[in-house]
């Protein structure tokens, strides 16, 4: 039994611009616009990209998040010519105490942090999103719960960063950075897990939280409840969707 990462999750105060703005950026669509959240998709049927939601949220960034998005470039020029379409969709550069560093640190227009990276091989096969980069106090820790979480295997792991990706491949990576501050105020982007069609969301619940996951919302939830909240052992909030077959 296990479940899935499925997308990565933004409050936003205006969900629809938000999600416009990562569409565009990325080449990606809008596979979902409803009130109550918008999802961008890559079009690919057969990678595995993970999704972005937007939700809606009523009060605006107010600190640096701890989960951000790391893009991929072919070259330098490519690179330059990614963070010029940012710019000119309403991205804006940002200073994070960055200094000499290869890639560029930017904002969308909500002031979620994300960085275009220079070329690398470790990223050539990866689409879009390189990596979907957090913050942790210790990253083997985190990179193990979230293996656990994912099914995906962790590939390394070092002093400063731990990675996990699926065994496939495809998509981006999920890596742990060690960050010293990384635990405070809530994060505006979190990640969802789904639970697979034959498996049973509350046993999924129980077995994350046997492999650390601290309960949020109290309880066992009823058979038609949509959602579980949990959080991480570094209490990154997460949510453990029901499939939509359920």
């Not at 990325?26 to 109550?36: A, Y």
């Amino acid at each position: 039994m296990s479940t899935r990462l499925a997308c990565v999750v933004f409050d936003s105060v205006e969900p629809r611009t938000a999600a416009r703005f990562w569409a565009e950026l990325l080449g990606w669509e809008v596979m979902v616009d409803r009130p109550e959240g918008v999802d961008v998709a890559a079009p690919d049927p057969d990678g595995l990209d993970v999704a972005l939601t937007f939700l809606p949220s009523r009060h605006a960034k107010s600190a640096k998040n701890r989960i951000h998005l790391d893009l991929s470039s072919r070259s330098l020029d490519h690179q330059r010519v990614q963070v010029d379409r940012a710019l000119s969709l309403g991205a804006r550069r940002l200073d994070i105490g960055q200094d000499g560093v290869p890639w560029t640190v930017l904002a969308d227009p909500e002031g979620n942090e994300f960085c275009v990276l220079e070329p690398r091989e470790h990223y050539v096969d990866t689409g879009a999103v390189a990596a979907i980069v957090v913050d942790t106090q210790d990253p083997l820790r985190l990179a193990r719960f979230w293996s656990a979480a994912s099914g995906w295997p962790v590939t390394h792991d070092c002093a400063r960063y731990a990675g996990i990706r699926s065994a496939t491949g495809q998509g981006p990576w999920l890596e742990f950075l060690r960050t010293p501050a990384a635990i405070g105020e809530r994060s505006r982007l979190h990640l969802d897990l789904i639970a697979f069609p034959s498996d049973d969301p509350a046993e999924e619940a129980a077995r994350l939280r046997a492999a650390g996951a601290l309960p949020i919302s109290p309880g066992t939830p009823p058979a038609h409840t949509p959602v579980v909240v949990l959080a991480d052992p570094e209490t990154n909030e997460f949510c453990l969707l029901r499939s939509a077959s359920d």
